[in-house]
Every structure is written in C-alpha cells, then in structure tokens.
C-alpha cells in the first residue's frame, strides 16, 4: 500500500487563505536568515514581512512540504501552514525548492525550557503525547520510507548518489539494519570489516521494533518545538520525517539532547512523558550516527 499524499508541483494555497499577496524569491536573498546559520550551504530561512517565513535552496526537498500539508490534513498538530511549495532553477542550473510558511509567533524551546516552570513543562509534554499518538496512530503503509514510498531523508541514510539498499524504501527493519552497516562501510573506506561484520549480525536483534512503520518526525529536539505567547506547542522543521520503526522517535529525540542543548537541561527526562522509552535502540543508533558525524 502506497500513501495517497504526494503533491503535484507547483502547490500553492486558494488566494482567499493567503494573509497578504505572496513574496516573489528576488525579495528573499535580501532577508536576514533566521536563528543559527546551517553547517552546510544550500538552504536558507528567511522572514518576509509580518506573515511568511520562507525555507528555501537546492538542499531543500519538497517533501519537507509535503510531509506538512500531510500532517495538517491528517491530524490536529499545530504546525506553521505551508502557503506555496515550488521549484526553480537557480543560476547555477540548481533546482531549488521554495517552501512559503506561515510566521509562527513564540519561542522554541532551547530557549526558554531551563526557565518554565513545573506546570508549563507539564503543558507542554501533555500536548507533545497528544501530537505523537496522533502520528503513530495514522494507518501504516507497508514499507519503512518517506510519504509515496520514497527513500527515508534521516541523515543515517544519506547517500550523494542514488543507493537504494541504503536510502531505502525498506521492506523490512532487517533491511534498515543492513543498511546502517553498509552506510558505515560507504563513508568510512577503511572501516573495520570485522567490525561490519559484528554490526550485520547483531543489529537486527537489537534494532527490533514489531514491524510496523509508525509516521515519525525524526528531528524532536528542542530547536524544533516553539511555544507560543499562549503556551500551545507548535513542531517545526519537518524534512527527515516520515515511516520509520517504534523506536526512531525516541532514539533521535534523546539524540537531540545532546545536539543544540549540549546535555544543559533536563528536556531528556520529559521525553519519556510524551514518547516510550527504547534506550538500547537509542544507545546503539547515537554510537552510530556519532561515528559518522564526529
């Protein structure tokens, strides 16, 4: 089974739900980028205006988009709403992706969860395990990968070039264990073959969910969680999103402690409070993605 949601480009929302006509993308290059610049060039954010946040460069992908309009149509999570995703090539004959976003008024949470008090953190972990059942209880496809069946966008997938038995779609999580290792083997030439050999063999027991994909965010630290003036949650920034295993959500959201937070605040000990604790599959996927990025 397939998922029925993939857009057809240009998606640009009915005039009449716009807030003010849309930016043209010659008035983005003058806007200042919003919060921390990316280690990598390709993409920007920017703010237009009093209304439109704008993602956009030839490392955005439209399904970063498509996984939005996905989510607003299929749940009741508060996200920014996506008024236009669009391609164009820029001068370097680089296709870019343009993702025209509603401006969110709040603070995400790297900045201010230190400073909430009990019952503002206990607000805020009861809306996120509202969002996640919501997400785990959309109907299952039969595949592990991105909306339509397409390669999962989790950087423990990426490949420059195309390489389906590491991007996936998978079939199965023994595919996806088998992919990790060969992800390790691609990026590290002189990788340890005994090593791959041990991960090939123990990863599938210890990387084991029960076999059915659930909608997963993929990137639930504390840089992509605003709240806003009123205390609703609001979960930004949803480019790796997509049917991963049970246990990705959490693997990754404790991975994200470690990331912007750099281990500061106790967001870690709340993440059990909106998602369920999987802290072997946690442990062997961070020595993973550690190995890989540092």
């Given at each position: 089974?397939?998922?029925?949601?993939?857009?057809?480009?240009?998606?640009?929302?009915?005039?009449?739900?716009?807030?003010?006509?849309?930016?043209?993308?010659?008035?983005?290059?003058a806007q200042p980028e919003l919060g921390p610049k990316k280690y990598f060039k390709g993409q920007r954010v920017v703010r237009v205006g009093e209304h439109f946040v704008v993602k956009y460069g030839w490392l955005v992908k439209p399904i970063e988009g498509e996984n939005m309009l996905y989510v607003s149509d299929k749940t009741t999570i508060p996200i920014p709403r996506v008024y236009a995703l669009f391609q164009k090539e820029d001068e370097h004959g680089r296709m870019c992706t343009y993702i025209v976003m509603e401006h969110v008024d709040g603070q995400t949470l790297d900045m201010v969860w230190r400073s909430l008090d009990l019952e503002a953190k206990e607000a805020a972990a009861s809306q996120l395990r509202d969002?996640?059942?919501?997400?785990?209880?959309?109907p299952a496809p039969d595949f592990f990968g991105s909306l339509d069946n397409r390669p999962l966008l989790d950087y423990l997938f990426f490949t420059e070039e195309a390489r389906p038995e590491i991007n996936g779609p998978?079939?199965?999580?023994?595919?996806?264990?088998?992919?990790?290792?060969?992800?390790?083997?691609?990026?590290?030439?002189?990788?340890?073959?005994?090593?791959?050999?041990?991960?090939?063999?123990?990863?599938?027991?210890?990387?084991?969910?029960?076999?059915?994909?659930?909608?997963?965010?993929?990137?639930?630290?504390?840089?992509?969680?605003m709240l806003r003036p009123d205390g609703?949650?609001?979960?930004?920034?949803?480019?790796?999103?997509?049917?991963?295993?049970?246990?990705?959500?959490?693997?990754t959201a404790i991975f994200g402690c470690g990331g912007w937070s750099q281990w500061t605040d106790d967001f870690h000990a709340w993440v059990p409070k909106f998602l369920d604790e999987y802290p072997n599959e946690y442990l062997w996927l961070g020595n993973i993605r550690s190995f890989l990025w540092f």
């Open positions: 089974m397939q998922s029925p949601h993939r857009i057809r480009l240009p998606y640009f929302a009915p005039t009449g739900s716009l807030p003010a006509p849309l930016p043209s993308t010659e008035e983005l290059d969002f996640m059942d919501q997400l785990r209880g959309l998978f079939k199965t999580e023994a595919e996806i264990a088998e992919a990790l290792v060969l992800k390790l083997q691609r990026d590290e030439a002189d990788y340890p073959a005994e090593r791959a050999a041990y991960y090939r063999r123990v990863l599938p027991s210890v990387l084991q969910g029960d076999g059915r994909p659930r909608f997963t965010h993929a990137d639930l630290q504390t840089t992509n969680i609703t949650v609001v979960l930004l920034d949803w480019e790796m999103a997509g049917w991963y295993p049970r246990y990705w959500e959490y693997a």
